[in-house]
């Protein structure tokens, strides 16, 4: 069984006290590691190190920083099957699956390798008579990321690339139930050549995130994982006087119009809210179905969530790996009893599957609902499991009024051939991201990625451009040099002539 360990300064660090946790494949059920939980001096420690690293990386031009990076990309772009394998033997997703959200995230690396064009700033001659004014960005200080079980290679790859592409230095708190990959790319990001101290990494739990939430050096913190506790880290972080963006849970919706392809519209569905076991914040766990859709959507769905291939994510004929951790597991199936009790129509039933010689792994089959209605906590809450909800609507003003007042606002979508339903749902959809039949509307690198309401708290998205103005603090100068004339004290507030 593997031992973990954390990253400080360059350096695999090894504790043999204090407390840890164990690591499973969730497919076997086996515990594969054992990972180290940081205490507070541990992750001082690493916070330490960073902000050491951080003066000579700060002074570091932009295009020797973007050089690391270029090197990291190369490295990351050899290693992409391995790991994936260590993605998929710890969170259990397909291994295809595993390789398209690694490269998803390696292009928000491509993105941060441009940085000096992005970090140009503005400049404007002669703003008043001989004066010039120009804006700059500077790096932050000490970052902090705070990551889901459910990427453990892109959401990290969300955040610190910019980071440090703009002079950051980076301390990683990933989710302690699938820690590999991270120590992985901190690794390569070490044979890439970056230097110490630039990129840490402190497995753990709560307390080395309490830790990192009080220490004064870290200036700002990228969060993403559940709502309840991105509200707690948004409150505390920013009573503590450090930036946040906390991005969390979701319950998307897609609307099924009359008019739409209905068989682009399952095989969407299908894909969106069954991939990777429903376990992604823009999977779709509820359809709602306009009209004559509802019918058809369903006889679409019933028999190809029912023949669902489940199986372990690195056999190639599976489509669905297994669920996260036993909890999770009991938690995804406890739903699927609310909803019976609540009155849904359950078509399909997850609970049934058996895997032979995968008895003791997180198994749930696909779970189709009809009839569910926005009373139920079936529809209100995230599942974050392989259950899709169906919702009939009536119109199209009923579809997105569900989406409006839903509490959640990460992702939404509409498939439709009607362009003036399309642009009507686009312009005032309350969600931050859109898809016009597109069911996962992820946005690329060089756009930025994040919801609205509940799903989010700070004012920033992350990567592409918000991931920038995030990672800096911005500077406006003004200018004048004397020419000898003398215009004597201004004591009227000042304006250019
Ligand atoms: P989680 O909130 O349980 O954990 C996220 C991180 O917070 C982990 O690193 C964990 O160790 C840490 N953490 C857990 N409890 C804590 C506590 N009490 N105090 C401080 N830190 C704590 O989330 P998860 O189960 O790992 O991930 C699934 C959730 O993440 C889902 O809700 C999903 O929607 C969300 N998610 C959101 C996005 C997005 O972009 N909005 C992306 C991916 C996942």
Redesign the pocket.
Same mark, same amino acid.
């Given at each position: 069984m593997d031992k973990l360990h954390h990253f400080i300064n360059g350096n695999a660090v090894k504790l043999s006290n204090g407390r840890s946790g164990p690591v499973f494949n969730p497919s076997s059920g086996e515990q594969i590691a054992e990972v180290p939980y940081a205490d507070e001096d541990t992750t001082n420690e690493a916070i330490a190190a960073a902000k050491s690293a951080f003066p000579e990386w700060a002074s570091t031009p932009s295009v020797q920083r973007a050089r690391f990076l270029f090197k990291f990309l190369e490295l990351m772009n050899r290693h992409k099957e391995e790991i994936a394998q260590i993605v998929t033997r710890e969170h259990g997703k397909t291994i295809p699956d595993a390789i398209g959200s690694i490269t998803r995230g390696l292009e928000v690396v491509e993105f941060a390798c441009g940085i000096p064009q992005v970090l140009k700033g503005e400049f404007s001659e002669n703003v008043g008579t001989d004066i010039d004014s120009w804006s700059i960005r500077q790096p932050v200080g000490i970052c902090a990321g705070?990551?889901?079980?459910?990427?453990p290679a892109m959401?990290p790859m969300?955040m610190f690339p910019i980071a440090i592409a703009c002079g950051n230095t980076f301390v990683l708190?990933?989710?302690?139930?699938d820690p590999s990959a991270p120590l992985f790319m901190a690794n390569l990001l070490k044979e890439a050549g970056l230097p110490d101290g630039v990129f840490n990494v402190i497995n753990?739990? !709560?307390e080395?995130?309490?830790t990192i939430?009080k220490n004064p050096d870290i200036g700002a913190i990228s969060?993403? +994982?559940?709502?309840?506790? !991105?509200e707690?880290?948004y409150t505390s972080a920013s009573a503590n006087g450090k930036r946040v963006q906390a991005?969390? +849970?979701?319950k998307n919706h897609m609307i099924v119009m009359p008019d739409a392809d209905m068989d682009q519209a399952s095989d969407a569905l299908m894909g969106a809210a069954f991939g990777s076991a429903g376990?992604?914040?823009?999977a779709v766990s509820v359809a709602v179905a306009v009209g004559s859709a509802g019918d058809e959507i369903i006889k679409r769905l019933s028999p190809r969530v029912s023949s669902l291939k489940v199986g372990p994510g690195n056999d190639s004929q599976s489509e669905m790996g297994p669920l996260?951790t036993k909890q999770?597991f009991e938690k995804v199936k406890e739903y699927i009893k609310i909803g019976e009790n609540e009155g849904a129509e359950l078509l399909v039933d997850g609970r049934n599957i058996k895997l032979q010689g995968y008895e003791n792994g997180y198994f749930l089959g696909g779970t189709l609902f009809d009839k569910v209605t926005p009373s139920m906590r079936i529809y209100k809450e995230?599942i974050?499991g392989p259950v899709l909800s169906v919702v009939r609507a009536k119109s199209f003003e009923e579809a997105s009024y569900l989406v409006d007042k839903h509490e959640y606002g990460?992702g939404a979508a509409i498939f439709t051939r009607d362009g003036d339903a399309a642009r009507e749902f686009t312009h005032r959809a309350q969600a931050g991201m859109i898809g016009v039949n597109v069911p996962i509307p992820v946005p690329m690198a060089f756009h930025s990625?994040?919801?609205w309401k509940k799903?989010?708290f700070g004012d920033h998205s992350?990567h592409g451009t918000e991931g920038v103005h995030f990672y800096t603090k911005l500077k406006t100068v003004t200018s004048r040099w004397p020419t000898g004339i003398r215009s004597g004290a201004e004591y009227n507030f000042p304006s250019m002539k």
């Open positions: 705070i990551t889901p079980f459910n990427f959401v969300w708190k990933p989710s302690e139930k753990g739990d !709560a080395a995130v309490t939430l969060f993403v +994982g559940s709502t309840s506790i !991105a707690k880290i991005l969390g +849970g979701a376990e992604r914040c823009m996260i999770h995230e974050f990460n990625f994040g919801g799903s989010i992350i």
